[in-house]
């Protein structure tokens, strides 16, 4: 489902000199596959993850989202590969702030092609503990609760693929868990494979893959 061999990126900084994040030589993660990824902060994780979904470039390498080569496509056919087929938890939600709850669940679906599921939106946002919040805007929502609206959007589209930043950051235990288990049964019942980052070990414990960034990523042994 996920292949990438040999993704290098770095960022320039202010003062023009390139700081390097990640070389990656190879990571696979198959059709439905579930794992967790870890790493102090700022050793490239979001980054990770902002390259596979092709929000941010890799300076060179491959990377394959389902058979599809992203160095291929065109801006256009990312952002279609993206709204098609990845499903993204933000670390800082990314909630149009004009809409509500349900309107940006349904808003996301929108984009991905197969018209927007007012039913499915719905039944999301009930598994996510958000009945009563259907309507309300973000502005109006605790930032738990804009958290669980992300998480139902990622889900939405039944993308091939959930990339998830801390999507259990800022939720109390009890949340932390039924938004767990939500991500792990949609993933499940609908074979998409998924990478989750974390800080939290009580989450990373409950799954069989956890890989630690700085043994995928040859950079940091360089940097750390
Ligand atoms: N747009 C950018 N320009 C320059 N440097 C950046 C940019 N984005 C991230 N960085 C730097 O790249 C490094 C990796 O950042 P990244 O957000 O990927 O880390 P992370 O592992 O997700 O951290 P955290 O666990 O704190 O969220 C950090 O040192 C960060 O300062």
Redesign the pocket.
Known sequence: MLLLENVKKS???PNGQL?P?LVIPRFELSDGEQMILV??????????L?VISGISHADSGKIMIDGLDLRRLSEQGRDKLRAEKIGYVF?TFNLLPAFTALENVLLGMSFSGRGADRNRAVQLLERVGLSHRMTHKPKTMSVGEQQRVAVARALANRPRLLLA??PTANVDPANQQSIIDLIRQTCNEEKIALMM?T?SMEVAAQFDRVER?DEINKMSKVTT
């Open positions: 960022y320039v900084e700081l994040i790493g102090r902060s700022g050793c490239g994780k979001t980054t990770m902002h670390q930043d801390e980052v800080h960034l």
